[in-house]
Nanobody
Framework: QVQLVESGGGLVQAGGSLRLSCAAS????????MGWYRQAPGKQREPVAR???????????YYADHAKGRFTISRDNAKNTVDLQMNSLKPEDTAVYYC???????????WGQGTQVTVSS
């Protein structure tokens, strides 16, 4: 019964920044992961970043090579949100960005509808 809604996408010039947000409704529960994927036209969907919650501890356990040093993932467990701060954006970052939530113990996975990010040269 988990629903995800992404926001924060838009049009930005190369070198600019965007902050994506994902709000989850419903109870996720247990050990869970929240992350971001992206899919460019004509390409496969690929992971961007992931952050895991176990008890009261949050830890980022994945960044794609292209995201390291430019993107930062964070989450607020009280509000059930996950954000992706994207700096120094490049035209190749243009894609639809999707929020993903996974309950590890229950083996449940949920996807948002996506938000468009367009970076102009």
């Amino acid at each position: 019964q988990v629903q995800l809604v992404e926001s924060g996408g838009g049009l930005v010039q190369a070198g600019g920044s965007l902050r994506l947000s994902c709000a989850a409704s419903g109870s996720i529960g247990g050990i869970n992961r929240m992350g971001w994927y992206r899919q460019a036209p004509g390409k496969q969907r690929e992971p961007v970043a992931r952050i895991t919650s176990a008890g009261s501890t949050n830890y980022a356990d994945y960044y794609a090579d292209h995201a390291k040093g430019r993107f930062t993932i964070s989450r607020d467990n009280a509000k059930n949100t996950v954000d992706l701060q994207m700096n120094s954006l490049k035209p190749e970052d243009t894609a639809v960005y999707y929020c993903n939530v996974e309950n590890v113990v229950a083996r449940r996975s949920y996807w948002g509808q996506g938000t468009q990010v367009t970076v102009s040269s």
